[in-house]
């Protein structure tokens, strides 16, 4: 991965209609940059505020499902 920092979550979102399917994860690094995760609402929904991961991206400033990791 071209890109790795600690980030810490901001809020998640996984609507109800596609709560199996679809969910976001907002995180911020220490600097405040952002991003917004795409990811399975299954997963989504165990992420809690403030809770701190290491994400890492193949392209910061274009995130989609299947370029970035994010560990615990």
């Not at 290491?54 to 990791?69: A, G, I």
Request: aromatic share 12%; proline share 8%.
């Amino acid at each position: 991965m071209a890109y790795a920092t600690s980030v810490s979550v901001k809020s998640v979102r996984v609507p109800r209609p596609f709560y199996r399917y679809a969910g976001f994860v907002r995180v911020a690094d220490a600097d405040g940059r952002t991003w917004t995760l795409p990811m399975p609402g299954t997963v989504a929904q165990w992420l809690l505020p403030g809770q701190r991961l290491h994400l890492e991206l193949q392209d910061p400033d274009s995130v989609t499902f299947e370029n970035y990791r994010l560990k615990g």
